[in-house]
């Protein structure tokens, strides 16, 4: 164990291992509930500032915009959150690189530069077979929550603290029953909403993922 801490840090894998601990960094905060897991998400098209219905000149900018949008597409971002492909990223390529450098006997910082170079091409690409099951997944997460399963203007119990700023959860029970997870803030700057108390789910908030609630009162 201590010889791969050693190499984990070395100069010929900081970079990979870096990467790799703010993945996993990344992911407690989410366990945390301190993050959405969709937060640092990428989308095609219209997320890139052109709104839906913008004409995009066919000039040297659309045309980058599109190779960007077919690059993201290819693999699979878009249709999975950029840090669960990320994660599939970023555990290849420190495997490959602590094995690499180890057995080529490399301590130079350059040369594990270099080697970086078809690591990274090979995880991009492992990164996207790994990831196809999660596309369906999470395609049909998205038909779940279009086709029905709409909490707006429900009652929910606060799960997890959350402020205006400081996202949380919240459960919402569905007319055949199921409980609803959501991802909420606080609607109003003022208002603090603590675990167990109930609230009234009242808008969506699209930019940043999660639904607006506010203190609701049983009488």
């Not at 201590?2 to 070395?10: D, G, I, R, Y």
């Not at 301590?107 to 099951?133: C, E, Q, R, W």
């Not at 009242?202 to 009488?219: H, K, M, S, V």
Request: charged fraction near 10%; charge should be negative.
């Amino acid at each position: 164990m201590t010889e791969l801490l050693h190499a984990a840090v070395s100069p010929p894998n900081l970079l990979p291992t870096t990467l790799l601990v703010f993945v996993l960094l990344y992911w407690l905060t989410v366990i945390l509930g301190l993050l959405d897991f969709k937060t640092l998400d990428l989308h095609t098209h219209h997320d890139f500032g052109l709104p839906h219905d913008a004409h995009v000149a066919p000039d040297s900018s659309g045309m980058g915009v599109s190779w960007l949008n077919n690059a993201l597409a290819f693999f699979n971002l878009g249709r999975v959150p950029l840090m669960v492909f990320l994660s599939f990223v970023a555990l290849p390529l420190w495997v490959g690189s602590i094995l690499l450098n180890y057995y080529l006997g490399n301590t130079s910082l350059l040369l594990g530069l270099l080697l970086l170079v078809p690591l990274f091409i090979g995880s991009l690409l492992l990164a996207k077979v790994l990831t196809l099951p999660f596309v369906h997944l999470f395609a049909a997460l998205e038909r779940n929550h279009d086709s029905g399963a709409q909490p707006l203007g429900k009652v929910c119990t606060v799960l997890l603290p959350t402020t205006h700023e400081r996202l949380g959860q919240a459960s919402v029970r569905l007319l055949n029953g199921a409980p609803l997870v959501l991802n909420v803030r606080a609607a109003s700057a003022t208002t603090e909403l603590r675990k167990g108390e109930s609230a009234l789910v009242i808008d969506y908030d699209t930019a940043r993922r999660c639904y607006l609630i506010e203190p609701y009162e049983t009488t």
